[in-house]
């Protein structure tokens, strides 16, 4: 009982140290400001969107889907938002937190400013994975076509004695042979980016889940930022990485910034990328409008 009373004061501390958080500054995406993290660190994050009605009508139903910042990860934990409007909170297979705002009768030429906070927690060790049906990510799906036969010949020519040294093995090649051209509004895929040898963050981390996958390790592509202090989320800095699950645990590959199994609490995942159910809510990387005549920014 005292274990956990110690824990729980722990946790406690924490939370009242975030209360003391001063005023969050912009965050960077490339990681090179990171330090490393010595013990559990309260991390706050703050990001807003901004709705207009376009039309000269009123629009009777519009519906804003954004995330949250994932819940828990082997690193992060999601302890508080904060919102500037009412959600209901939407949880799908990938144990993402997708927030869904309605508005009922929107003027016209009207903007609606939804604003989101998140007190965060990251551990200082990795924590053991909680996913359920690891072996799902395993298999190909949209952009990951780890079956494709080119695929499976280059995830045999990487292949090294085990995990750890395949899925750095995989990386490296990624890293040194994609070049990063820039960013890509539409994804390609990992198959695009086998053959083209280019792409940005988002092909470079699907390249490296499908070559992990095709040779049966567990691998997902993962949507966020990268931050090391408390922080504004800006839409420039949206970023993507994988995971590869080892030994575990869920460890961090980002073949763009040549970053691997280090750093993982600079990372704030806000997407585990992909589709294990049709009923998922999947298929936007930040946000996602249901509303004709409704256009949406993520505010800088």
């Keep these: ?19 003391l958080l001063p005023e969050a500054g912009v965050c960077t995406a490339d990681g090179n400001d990171a330090n490393p993290v010595a013990s559990d660190t309260a991390r706050r ?8 009605n376009t039309t000269g009508r009123v629009i009777p139903d519009v519906t804003f889907l954004t995330y949250a910042p994932v819940k828990k990860t082997a690193v992060q934990q999601c302890l508080r ?3 500037s409007h009412s959600y209901k909170l939407i949880n799908n297979s990938m144990n ?18 939804v604003t989101i906070e998140a007190d965060l927690i ?7 994975a909680t996913d359920q049906n690891i072996r799902l990510f395993l298999n190909p799906e949209k952009y990951i076509q780890s079956d494709a036969p080119a695929m499976i010949a280059r995830a045999g020519a990487l ?37 083209q040898k280019k792409g940005d963050c988002t092909e470079m981390a699907y390249l490296f889940t499908a070559l992990c996958r095709a040779n049966q390790i567990p691998a997902r592509a993962v949507g966020g ?3 090391s202090k408390n922080c504004i989320l800006k839409p420039e800095r949206y970023h993507n990485w994988a995971e590869f699950y ?13 970053v691997f199994t280090t750093g993982a609490a600079q990372y704030i995942t806000m997407n585990i990328i992909g589709k294990l159910a049709e009923s998922d809510i999947q298929g936007f990387h930040r946000f996602r409008i249901d509303g004709k005549g409704v256009d949406v920014k993520m505010n800088r």
């Design 96 to 113: 993402n937190q997708v927030l869904a705002f309605s508005f009922q009768n929107f003027p016209p030429y009207t903007d609606r400013i």
């Design 81 to 83: 938002l904060r919102t």
């Design 1 to 19: 009982m005292r274990l956990l009373s110690l824990k729980t004061n722990r946790i406690l501390f924490l939370i009242f140290a975030l209360l």
């Design 225 to 227: 930022y990268i931050c």
């Design 159 to 195: 292949k090294a004695a085990d995990t750890l040294k395949t899925a750095k093995k995989i990386f490296q090649w990624v890293s040194r042979t994609v070049k990063y051209n820039g960013y890509i509004s539409k994804d390609r895929g990992a198959l695009y980016a086998l053959k």
């Design 246 to 258: 080892d030994n575990g645990v869920w460890k961090l590959a980002d073949p763009k910034n040549k």
């Design 122 to 128: 990251y551990h200082n060790e990795l924590q053991s």
């Design 45 to 52: 994050i703050r990001y807003s969107f901004t709705l207009r």
